[in-house]
């Protein structure tokens, strides 16, 4: 156990090291960090597991897996801390950049190995935790990247319920099985069930498209029901009357009823948030993916013409053919998962996350195609080694500018250190964004003021937190209502943009 743990921390201490400054340092970010955490808060406190709430309001924007690590987290360590939290997104992106390592090294060496000898398979793990989302969503406080690994990981053990791997000479790298192991389905099925209870319907919809499809255009349809037979199902249906079976429990037949629509049919054919036209992930791909996402779609099609333009005679799908199983699976997963995301209404960049683990190790893979001087793998590998450089100076600075970006913590705990001083009694804010999420740092909920509050003089020994400029308007208005200089407040902190006034 311990040599393995030595061999995972040789293997990736540049990148755990280049997040630790962030992870130290940033404050939580009030839009949707400070969402979660506020929902765990609250299920912890009302005691409820599977009908998460947030202020009293039913929240069925996502399933309660990754809320549940949140409260065992809470239950373990007692406090909320960074670094506690971004394990959740640290750890899953090691492991996918493992699983991705692996799948390789297993299954596939042709195009893995290069025209000098050389193998550009460790260069593909340098290149993928370098990549835009990927590396920002591993320290974000957020499931994606836990929904990552589920997909990954539910598409490699679909791999291996199709093929076994053959020696480390073989150009083709498998060999396909008679009949799949029944372990493979039964993990098949569990990490399908995972990415549900994680992120809805996508947990489902990206595993079944990319498997159908490939047995589809492979020639093996009659292999699908080795894939989603009786054991797959099972596990999903076992799973998914756990899930809302617990929630009809606690939270009643309007929840349910709120909770599967929101699962299903919403994300998928109705959604009012994030309406963008079809065309917006062609844009987005290209800088979600920076610096070796558009690297590796060039050399994606790159291929796809070399191999068209070489083999006319060939049928249609046999020309679009790369040159191993493994790169064709890739390409497809990429490719249709692209497809069917551009054809959803609601669009967001994070949703393209679970692709670029295919996309880059499938180009990555068109190196072995032409003849690449030893020294551009490194010159690559060292633009890399800058980007982790890069950022965890970066990382080094960011307490600096926590507040500048809106995050409330240094605010809030200056606001409880005048709090234990003055003896005030609650906490008032005015015209903050997610103010109702401060309740994780002020252990109760803040209460927005309105014009009129400030007129009848209700803000009695409080606090009010706001903006300076904000607070500097507030006054001009209350003097032209005639508001007594008396009862107007007086600054008693400040941090970045935000001021603490005091009423007595």
């Not at 404050?27 to 709430?53: K, M, W």
């Not at 193998?119 to 990927?134: P, V």
């Not at 979600?288 to 006319?312: E, F, Q, T």
């Amino acid at each position: 156990m311990m040599t393995a743990l030595r061999k995972l921390w040789d293997q990736y201490y540049p990148f755990i090291l280049a997040l630790l400054p962030v992870m130290f340092l940033r404050d939580f970010t009030p839009t949707n960090e400070l969402r979660y955490i506020s929902v765990a808060v609250e299920a912890l406190r009302e005691g409820h597991f599977f009908a998460l709430y947030h202020q009293g309001e039913p929240y069925t924007e996502f399933p309660p897996l990754y809320f549940w690590l949140l409260m065992a987290s809470k239950i373990v360590f007692r406090h909320w801390y960074m670094i506690q939290l971004c394990m959740f997104s640290l750890i899953p992106s090691l492991l996918i950049v493992q699983v991705m390592h692996r799948w390789t090294w297993r299954y596939e060496m042709g195009g893995m190995r290069l025209i000098d000898g050389s193998q550009s398979r460790d260069l593909a793990q340098w290149m993928l935790f370098t990549s835009g989302l990927i590396f920002f969503m591993s320290f974000y406080i957020r499931m994606d990247m836990l929904f990552c690994l589920w997909v990954v990981l539910a598409l490699y053990n679909f791999w291996q319920i199709l093929f076994e791997p053959l020696g480390a000479n073989e150009e083709q790298g498998v060999k396909p099985r008679s009949r799949g192991m029944v372990r493979y389905q039964f993990r098949f099925g569990l990490f399908v069930m995972l990415g549900v209870l994680t992120k809805g319907a996508w947990g489902l919809v990206i595993p079944f498209l990319s498997t159908t499809l490939y047995l589809l255009f492979s020639g093996r349809g009659r292999d699908w029901f080795r894939v989603w037979g009786w054991r797959t199902w099972l596990i999903l249906l076992a799973g998914l009357c756990f899930w809302l079976g617990g929630a009809y429990w606690e939270g009643g037949q309007d929840y349910l009823h709120a909770l599967v629509g929101r699962q299903t049919y919403e994300p998928l054919l109705f959604n009012i948030h994030h309406n963008r036209p079809w065309f917006y992930y062609i844009g987005s791909v290209w800088y979600d993916s920076m610096p070796w996402g558009p690297v590796c779609m060039v050399m994606l099609a790159c291929s796809w013409v070399n191999r068209i333009r070489k083999n006319p005679q060939l049928p249609w799908r046999e020309r679009f053919s790369l040159q191993t199983p493994l790169q064709n699976f890739f390409a497809l997963v990429f490719v249709s998962t692209f497809i069917m995301l551009s054809c959803i209404p609601g669009k967001i960049d994070v949703r393209l996350l679970p692709v670029f683990p295919f996309l880059i190790y499938v180009g990555v893979m068109q190196m072995g195609q032409w003849t690449w001087p030893l020294v551009w793998q490194w010159r690559m590998l060292w633009v890399c080694r800058i980007i982790l450089i890069l950022i965890f100076i970066s990382g080094c600075f960011v307490s600096n500018f926590n507040a500048e970006m809106g995050c409330y913590g240094h605010l809030c705990w200056r606001a409880r250190d005048i709090q234990r001083e003055l003896h005030t009694e609650h906490y008032y804010t005015y015209r903050l964004r997610h103010m109702s999420n401060m309740d994780v740092y002020l252990h109760e909920d803040p209460i927005p003021a309105k014009m009129r509050d400030f007129q009848q003089h209700r803000l009695r020994n409080t606090l009010l937190l706001t903006t300076e400029e904000d607070y500097s308007n507030l006054c001009v208005r209350m003097q032209h209502l005639r508001v007594p200089t008396e009862h107007q407040g007086y600054i008693v902190g400040r941090k970045g943009p935000f001021v603490i006034v005091k009423f007595d």
